[in-house]
């Protein structure tokens, strides 16, 4: 069963253009850095997506490749680090061929928990992230806003990596 708009009617992948006729998004393990690509059918290492239950509007954020510092991607601090999600793990997944869900990125915020720093700002929905020519972005807010009002505003500027 293959994911109905997945062959050259993605909005986000590849400009929602496959690259020759036959071709589906796939997940390829051996791509640089994760990312999802073009594949035919025929090549197994690269497992064409067949469901979601994730919104279009995080497809773009599970390009991105994980990013872990030793300091925080966004201020420069070193302590105290964690991961964070950039796509919710509760907003849903996007599935291959093996039924396995694709992998979402992680961040590496400042931050105790989901309570303070930079990753306290992630959770209260005044810092955001983006995938955006080949690199993660992000905005900090003066309010709370909705991710999908965020992605319209100006100021992204680029992570620390």
């Known amino acids: 069963m293959r994911m109905t708009?997945?062959?050259?009617?993605?909005?986000?992948?590849?400009?929602?253009?496959?690259?020759?006729?036959?071709?589906?998004?796939?997940?390829?393990?051996?791509?640089?850095?994760?990312?999802?690509?073009?594949?035919?059918?025929d090549q197994d290492v690269c497992p064409?997506?067949?469901?979601?239950?994730?919104?279009?509007?995080?497809w773009p954020l599970l390009m991105g490749p994980s990013v872990v510092t030793d300091h925080c991607v966004v201020c420069g601090k070193t302590w105290p680090l964690n991961q964070h999600h950039p796509v919710r793990r509760s907003a849903g997944n996007l599935f291959g061929w093996d039924g396995k869900a694709v992998e979402k990125p992680t961040l590496t915020l400042c931050g105790s928990g989901n309570a303070s720093g930079c990753h306290g700002l992630a959770h209260s929905m005044r810092l955001h992230f983006r995938f955006e020519d080949g690199e993660w972005q992000y905005l900090i807010t003066q309010e709370p806003e909705s991710d999908s009002e965020a992605f319209g505003m100006e100021g992204w500027r680029r992570i620390r990596v």
């Open 5 to 41: 708009g997945t062959c050259g009617g993605c909005p986000f992948f590849n400009k929602g253009q496959p690259q020759e006729p036959g071709q589906h998004m796939g997940v390829c393990s051996k791509a640089p850095n994760g990312e999802r690509v073009w594949r035919r059918d």
């Open 48 to 58: 064409p997506m067949t469901k979601t239950t994730l919104n279009r509007i995080w």
